[in-house]
C-alpha cells in the first residue's frame, strides 16, 4: 500500500532560481543576518549597511523581516509594509539577497512574495523604493519591468553625495 | 583602512592603556599594572556613532550633534597596531566627513601622553585651544588641547 504525501507544488520556476522559503528570524539566525550587513550593497532600509553597528542591525531587521532561504540556505530578507489599513491593498516591499545571488534569484524571489501575498488577500500596489546609488536594485526593478514612477530627490546620503530614492511600483487592476 | 560596524565579538577593541576620551588613543608606557585600561561601551543608540577597524582599534563619534553637524573623536588603537595609528585617524576623520557629513570633527589631545603631533595634521586636524588642568593624568592635573578639523565645502 502506498501513502500519497500532500506536498505544496514545487515553486521552482524554470529559469533554474532555487526553493524559496521563509521564517522569521530568530536568535541562531544572526550570524548570517550580520554577515548580509557586512557586504557594502546590502542596501536593506539602510544606504550605509557595513558600518552600521549589531544594535542598529538588529532594529532594522525588525518582527515584520522575514530570512529568504534558497534551498535551505540564508540569501536574504524581505519585509512588508502595509498602508493605508488592513483593506488599503497597498504594501511596500523591503528585499534584498546577499551579493552573490544571481539576478534571477532577485526576480523569482520577489514573484514568491507576490504569489504568497495575493493567496489570501488583494494586492493593487506593491511598491519598492531604490536608491539612486543602487546599481544592483535599480537593475532588479528595470529588469522586472515595475513601473517607474519618479524619483524623490536629495532624501539620502551615500558615499559623501546625496542621492535621491527612485519609487516603483506594480499596480493590479481593483476587482470590484 | 576599511572601518565596519560593530558586532559583539569585537569587544576587546574597545578596551586598552590610552587617556581615555583622547582624540588618539595610543598605548601609554608605564601603565601601572593594577589600574583598569580605558574603556569605551558597546553602541547602544543613535548618540554616538561607533565603528572597528579588526585587528586594530576604534573610532568613536560621540556627542553628535545631528542638527549643528559637529561630533567629538574618540580613537582607540591596540597596543599591536600602532603602526596603523595614521591610516586609523585618516580613516576616521574621512568617514565623519563623508559618511556622517559632519562638518566639525574635534577631539581631545593631552600634550602629557605626548602624542606624536604630526598625526593629527597629517589627517588634516589642528590646534585650537589650550585648556589649563583638563584632565587628571599621572598624578596631577594636566592642561588638554582641542584640535579639530572643519570642512569648508
Not at chain 1, 88 to 117: D, T
Not at chain 2, 17 to 39: H, I, K, Q, R
Not at chain 2, 115 to 143: H, K, M, N
Amino acid at each position: 500500500m502506498t501513502s500519497t504525501v500532500l506536498r505544496a507544488p514545487a515553486s521552482r520556476p524554470a529559469t533554474g532560481a532555487p526553493a524559496w522559503s521563509a521564517r522569521a528570524c530568530s536568535d541562531s539566525d544572526y550570524d548570517d543576518v550580520l554577515a548580509f550587513f557586512s557586504e557594502p550593497d546590502f542596501f536593506f532600509r539602510t544606504a550605509e549597511p557595513d558600518t552600521r553597528s549589531e544594535w542598529e542591525i538588529r532594529k532594522l531587521v525588525g518582527a515584520d523581516t522575514r530570512l529568504l532561504l534558497a534551498d535551505d540556505e540564508p540569501a536574504g530578507l524581505y519585509a512588508l509594509e502595509g498602508f493605508g489599513g488592513e483593506h488599503g491593498c497597498h504594501y511596500q516591499l523591503h528585499l534584498r539577497l546577499r551579493a552573490a545571488a544571481p539576478n534571477a534569484w532577485w526576480h523569482s524571489a520577489f514573484e514568491e512574495i507576490v504569489r504568497a501575498l495575493t493567496w489570501k488577500k488583494e494586492l493593487v500596489r506593491l511598491a519598492v523604493q531604490v536608491g539612486e546609488f543602487d546599481g544592483r536594485g535599480l537593475a532588479f526593478a528595470r529588469s522586472l519591468g515595475l513601473t517607474e514612477e519618479g524619483t524623490l530627490a536629495s532624501v539620502v546620503r551615500h558615499g559623501g553625495q546625496r542621492y535621491g530614492y527612485v519609487f516603483f511600483a506594480r499596480i493590479w487592476a481593483l476587482t470590484s | 583602512m576599511m572601518l565596519r560596524g560593530y558586532r559583539a565579538g569585537d569587544l576587546e577593541l574597545l578596551s586598552g592603556t590610552w587617556l581615555s576620551g583622547e582624540l588618539l588613543g595610543l598605548p601609554l608606557p608605564n601603565w601601572p599594572v593594577l589600574a583598569e585600561p580605558a574603556t569605551v561601551g558597546p553602541p547602544s543608540d543613535e548618540t554616538s556613532e561607533l565603528c572597528v577597524a579588526p585587528g586594530t582599534g576604534f573610532v568613536r563619534y560621540c556627542d553628535v550633534d545631528w542638527v549643528h553637524r559637529r561630533a567629538r573623536l574618540e580613537i582607540g588603537v591596540r597596543r599591536e597596531a600602532v603602526d596603523s595609528a595614521e591610516l586609523l585617524i585618516s580613516a576616521a576623520v574621512a568617514y565623519g566627513f563623508r559618511t556622517l557629513s559632519l562638518r566639525r570633527v574635534y577631539g581631545w589631545v593631552t600634550p602629557a601622553t605626548h602624542p606624536p603631533p604630526y598625526l593629527c595634521e597629517r589627517a588634516g586636524l589642528q590646534r585650537e585651544a589650550t585648556i589649563p588642568s583638563a584632565v587628571w593624568f599621572d598624578g596631577r592635573p594636566v592642561p588638554r588641547e582641542i584640535w579639530a578639523a572643519v570642512r569648508r565645502d
